[in-house]
């Protein structure tokens, strides 16, 4: 798989409505610009308009593991596919789904067409979720998060422990978040062995996402 950097813009002002149709149009020029790989993750009332303006992927925050029916108040997996996601995060530290509700998930998704990127806090989770056979497993140490020392400088044993537990089940890219916010620290991780990373804050609420996110792409 080609290194990827998937930017969740989360409900962060700077990355909701407006303000994130243009941190999704920057991060296309940048995607364009250097060819890399980037991904973006908004909120489910932005993915319409926003997969309409820019070429990039186009990722929703969450799904809800349900079929079309009597719902109210959640999210429609065939929904956001239709309306131009084409993939999702699941189980972030911030919106941790029950097992089952995990599992039941990342089948829905494979069925219509989702891919799944699936977060970890720790090797042993990373490695109970490979048996779903998700597209992409993220581990990221909830206590770095937002903060300003990285998973890759702080925790890289936890990047290396992960990649192997998760290939004795099966051969899927595992990414690093928490705490990334420059060069070096992409670096690590993929000379660690990690095929990309998961970033929020360090770009979305950068007072220059755009240079930032060119600093960050220059690690991979």
Known sequence: ????????FKAYKEGTGKEAVELAKICEMVALETGKNIVIAVEEV???KISSLVKIPVYSEHLDPIYSGAHTGQNLPKALKDNGAEGTILNHSEDRFRIDQLEESIKIAKVIGL???V????SNIAE????FKPDMIAIEPPELIGGDISVSTAKPEIITDTIS???KTAIIPVL????????SDVKKAIDLGAKGILV????VKASNPEESLKELVEGL
């Open 165 to 167: 537990k998760v290939n």
């Open 115 to 117: 891919k799944t990127v």
């Open 46 to 48: 932005d993915i319409h």
């Open 200 to 203: 929020a804050s360090g770009i």
């Open 1 to 8: 798989m080609k290194p990827v950097i998937i930017v969740n």
């Open 128 to 131: 109970a979720v490979a048996s």
């Open 176 to 183: 690093c978040g928490a705490g990334i916010k420059n060069r």
């Open 119 to 122: 977060c970890a806090n720790d």
